[in-house]
């Protein structure tokens, strides 16, 4: 017979305190049920672990080697208990993001920190991807959550916004535009703008488009750019770019950041998404974190 928790706790109890009355205060139960729990125990295992006398309790040497191990087994099955109910509150364990370029320099960044942080035992797994991958990696079970421009997601998936980003004008370093301090948007309507296929992200192009019409012009689009030829196009000054402000913090080789002057287009939204159903309580505590994020540092 394998000795339950309840008679390792009372011996514990009677060894440290040696007294089985003092122990019944500490465990909170009668005294009789202490002792009924440590003479089980003993039958259990065959073995004498306490002497008793009129006036105190004493270990055997039996006792005394017991005693070590029930206390590493007991508090062995109270960290058990802790992390079990730790990871239902999604506080440990792992939880797998997904994100957009929008997100990599400042959002993502304050995201994973302030979550290790707060939660140093829950680990992220972060990769980016473009943000037309998101639905599909949340459907397959690829991802916990995905942080990219807002777009018309597949109504299974739920999103709130975390953040607006303001946009600047992204132009090559020898871009007669360069030194400019700053420019309005209706000012460079004649220049061909570089952007990525509507279908690698949608929620982004949208909005560049968006961002361009509410400054009264259409967007002459650069048809033949893709994917990774966008900054390499911008840094020839083959046309210019619509990108995040945070961009600034690392802009790609060649590329500089110009300030938009007033009046400021429609900023970007960047969005949370995930698949409500079964939904890992880790996704909890980084939307917890957006929002605080978000309430600290103006960013909705």
């Not at 309580?281 to 909705?300: K, P, S």
Request: include cysteine; charged fraction near 25%; glycine fraction near 8%.
């Amino acid at each position: 017979m394998t000795p339950d928790l309840r008679q390792l706790r009372s011996f514990v109890a009677v060894a440290e305190r040696g007294s089985f009355t003092r122990a019944a205060d500490d465990l909170y139960v009668a005294q009789q049920a202490v002792s009924q729990q440590v003479k089980a125990l003993e039958k259990a295992l065959g073995v004498t672990l306490l002497w008793r006398t009129s006036r105190r309790v004493e270990l055997t040497p039996a006792g005394k080697v017991f005693l070590g191990d029930c206390r590493r087994v007991l508090s062995a099955a109270d960290r058990a208990v802790r992390r079990v109910q730790e990871a239902a509150r999604g506080e440990v364990g792992t939880v797998r993001i997904v994100y957009t370029l929008t997100a990599a320099h400042q959002t993502l960044p304050a995201l994973l920190a302030r979550l290790h942080d707060r939660f140093p035992q829950l680990k992220a797994q972060a990769r980016e991807v473009f943000a037309e991958d998101i639905p599909r990696l949340l459907h397959t079970d690829l991802c916990d959550i995905g942080i990219g421009p807002a777009t018309d997601y597949p109504a299974d998936l739920r999103w709130r916004v975390i953040r607006w980003e303001p946009w600047r004008l992204a132009v090559g370093e020898n871009h007669p535009l360069a030194d400019c301090a700053q420019i309005a948007l209706r000012d460079v309507s004649a220049e061909q703008v570089e952007l990525w296929p509507r279908e690698m992200t949608p929620g982004y192009y949208d909005a560049v488009v968006n961002a361009c019409r509410a400054a009264g012009f259409e967007p002459r689009l650069d048809e033949e750019g893709a994917g990774s030829t966008v900054w390499g196009y911008i840094a020839q000054g083959r046309g210019i770019g619509l990108v995040v402000a945070s961009l600034a913090e690392q802009p790609p080789s060649g590329v500089k950041l110009i300030d938009i002057a007033p009046p400021l287009p429609p900023p970007l939204g960047v969005t949370a998404v995930w698949q409500p159903d079964g939904m890992p309580a880790a996704v909890e505590r980084l939307l917890e974190i957006a929002t605080e994020l978000a309430a600290e540092r103006g960013w909705v």
